[in-house]
């Protein structure tokens, strides 16, 4: 009992601390540049899971989407680890990168030798100020070196007590990809689970580009406009769009009353990209508006901003488990600190309910709790007179289970389920109620919490906190009290 007493108290005080110092600390409007490291499976396996060969085009997208300033590198593995794109700085090179990447990535080699793909994935650089680091993990299978089963037994074995601790003290953060259900799926979800990176399950090959995209956001942190009857706002803060349409159909295409914006005009700062399966516009230094998007919007379709008005949300795990409470606190920043906009409208979706939580205020504070198993897509679209914005993150919803079972269990995940913001009636009934003043703790603070703890929900954290600090208060109490002695 005075074990446990004394560790609460111990967290409490701690975690006071922590917090006052991180919140001293963060600026939610400035972010670090992205630092991106792909690993790409080359085993001969791959012929029968990517049948297509979506692994070029999806890692060609991923380039061309990387922004100035960010960091990179792109890696084949197989028999042993082949550099592709040199890691560093991500500029004008890039840009001509597409067609070699998508001709360099085949299913030739004879082993998978993970283990030092993703040693050269984190060992790559290093962060800068604390950043970062995202490795997404693109394979089939399990594995595989040369030596036969006991020599891979014993790689496998290095990857969760090695590399998985080395990866956290590097905050790098690992996003695994399984194209086959035949992969190591137990060691693909501890990996991303003890990096809180984002493990993926996919049941079609043609998946892969929007799962590449997704694991793409949670390394830029990106931000989207939101789509309102087929329309988007963009205001002057915005330096760069960037509209992703997955097919090659159905042309992209912007218009005004006055100006159209497509493959063929002539504005000055935009690019058309194509590729096997994506079409990619990009709009530099846009001019102000509203504009109408002439083709219907498609689940698929992203649009991405470049800008210094953010929509800044609590720092989420991206794989978590059923019993967990996803706890959301939203606001929107700029460099010079946070904008205020009383009348602002939050609207919240969770996997493919189109409910919608509606909350109206300068911050946004809710929690999910006992989110669905399977994969989700978190939208927050915020609205003010000036400004309009969008966040979408990805989660995998695991089944609850024991620590020790998770490097043995085989389960299969489930696949993706795209997910979209649509208006419904005021009859609708809510996702989730908003909780005014729900957040969760800052990540340094989290991280000193015992393991056990890290899941609990800030409720049980509080009271366990407070009946610390009763506990504490009535063993001063009992020592200071006056002492009575018997007349003699």
Known sequence: ????????????????????????????????????????DVSGSMKKADPKAVRGPATALLAALLPD????????????????????????????????IEASIGSTDRFTNMESAIKTGIRAGTQEGGGICHVILITD????VKGGKDLSRISRDRIIKSLLPESSERNCRIHTIALSDKADLPLLRQMALETDGLFTLLDRPGDLIPVMLDALELALRSQQLPIRDQQINIDPD??????????????????????????TSENAGVDYYTGTGYQTLIWSNPKPGRYT???????????LIDSDVRLELTELPPTISSDQTLGLSASLWSKSGQITALDREFRVAFGNSIDLVR????ELSMQIDSPTIGRSILTVQSFDKKYERQIQRAFEVLKTQPALEIATDSSKAVAQVASSVKPTSKDAKPLVEAIKGQTLLPEIVQEQLPADMRTWPLWQLAVSALAAI?????????????KHHLPE
């Open 1 to 40: 009992m005075h074990w446990t007493i004394s560790k609460i108290t111990q967290t409490f005080v701690f975690s006071v601390l922590a917090t006052l110092i991180s919140l001293a600390l963060a600026t939610p409007g400035m972010t670090s540049p992205a630092d991106v490291r792909v690993l790409v």
């Open 141 to 144: 299978g399990i594995v595989d």
């Open 470 to 482: 009763g506990v504490v208060a009535l063993f001063i109490g009992l020592m200071l009290r006056p």
């Open 359 to 362: 909350s109206v205020g300068n």
């Open 293 to 303: 998007l002439t083709s219907d919007l498609r689940p698929t379709d992203r649009i």
């Open 238 to 263: 915005i330096r760069q769009l960037r509209l992703i349409r997955l097919d090659s159909e159905s042309e992209i295409e912007l218009k005004t009353d006055s100006k159209i914006v497509n493959s």
């Open 69 to 100: 300033q960010s960091r990179g590198g792109i890696w084949l593995f197989g028999s042993d680890v082949r550099e592709l794109v040199p890691y560093g700085p991500v500029d004008a090179r890039w840009d001509a990168l597409g067609k070699p």
